[in-house]
């Protein structure tokens, strides 16, 4: 005996019944006539173009905070500098552009200290990198030479010193980067690997895509090039924060001269006063006062210590040591 529910032989087995597949093609309508399209995408949210070819100049070009933290670098590179080198110099930002790793490489010439470096905890791989003429002018500096407009470029590798002069001013770089960071995000700068050719510095996926931040560095006569190249990965769950324009200052480093600044400070004379009582009289009594009149002051149970005019501590009136005494009862509170 035949089950009910089995269709007879030769029949497909209906999937959707009547009902339904008119359901369907009335929703087809809808679609085309564009109206229903139209709330569909805009309950999504809206769509914005995004050009994965040009990643790295959309990328950068909204990220103004970023620009910030990358010029406070800048001047802290430059005091390091000249710590190191002890020469005048001048690092300035000379902003970012995108690039695929692959790209970048073949930018760079035959010799160019190239440093993998960690920034933790940043998520990847960022490169450190200076030019030619930075590392030789920057050794000839250290070892009291003169440096020079444009350094022999046949050169195929760096001497123990000039290798010696890079790893000093990738050390300065690393702690640079952690202080003009550390407003933002407390990151702690790592030496990967280091290589001179830029064939061997295969570290990176090929296609990976960056961002090169470039500082010149302008000394007497001369000059070289810094350059900080961080992939987009990197960046990317950090944007909304480095979208922002303004960022709460939160460093607790304040400069070479902020310790000389306070100790001086600290030994300025300050002129205190106080008030300890008023009087108030009309002019046809001040007129008739003469010498050795007596003028009646009213006193409050406090008197107030004013700093150079401005109100600084509430105390009690009285004497100490046979002198008159102010003893200081508690801080005023100023709006």
């Known amino acids: 005996m035949a089950d009910s529910d089995t269709p007879p032989e030769g029949e497909s087995e209906e999937v959707l019944t009547q009902e339904e597949i008119d359901a369907l093609l009335t929703s087809v309508d809808e679609d085309e006539d564009g109206d229903d399209a139209g709330d569909i995408v805009a309950g999504i949210g809206h769509v914005r173009a995004f050009d994965f070819s040009r990643q790295g100049q959309s990328l950068s070009a909204g990220l103004p905070l970023l620009n910030v933290i990358h010029e406070r670098f800048a001047l802290q590179f430059c005091e390091s500098i000249f710590n190191t080198l002890r020469c005048s110099n001048n690092v300035k930002f000379a902003g970012a552009r995108g690039a695929s790793f692959t790209d970048y490489l073949h930018t760079l010439e035959l010799p160019t200290h190239i440093n993998f470096i960690n920034l933790q905890p940043l998520k990847g791989i960022a490169l450190a990198v200076f030019d030619n003429n930075l590392i030789a002018n920057a050794t000839s500096s250290f070892f009291g030479g003169s440096m020079k407009d444009e350094v022999v470029g046949d050169k195929q590798d760096f001497t123990p010193s000039e290798m010696r002069i890079g790893n000093m001013l990738l050390q300065s770089v690393m702690s640079d980067l952690q202080l003009s960071w550390k407003a933002d995000i407390d990151i702690h ?90 009087a108030q009289v009309t002019l046809g009594e001040l007129l008739k006062l003469n010498a050795g009149d007596i003028i009646h002051l009213d006193m409050a149970d406090t008197v107030t210590l004013f700093a150079e005019g401005i109100p600084i501590f509430d105390g009690e009136y009285g004497a100490f040591n046979d002198k008159n005494a102010v003893k200081i009862q508690h801080k005023k509170h100023r709006p």
Not at 225 to 244: H, N, S
Request: a negative charge; aromatic letters at 8%.
């Open 189 to 278: 700068p790592q030496a990967k690997q280091t290589e001179t050719n830029p064939d061997f510095a295969q570290l990176m996926n090929p296609a990976e895509q960056l961002l090169v931040n470039r500082f010149d560095i302008v000394f007497e006569g001369t000059q070289g090039v810094f350059e900080l190249a961080m992939p987009m990965a990197m960046i990317e769950p950090y944007r909304e924060q480095f979208a922002v324009t303004y960022q709460a200052e939160k460093r607790d480093d304040q400069g070479t001269w902020a310790p000389v600044i306070i100790d001086e400070l600290k030994t300025t004379s300050v002129e205190l006063s106080s008030i300890l009582g008023t």
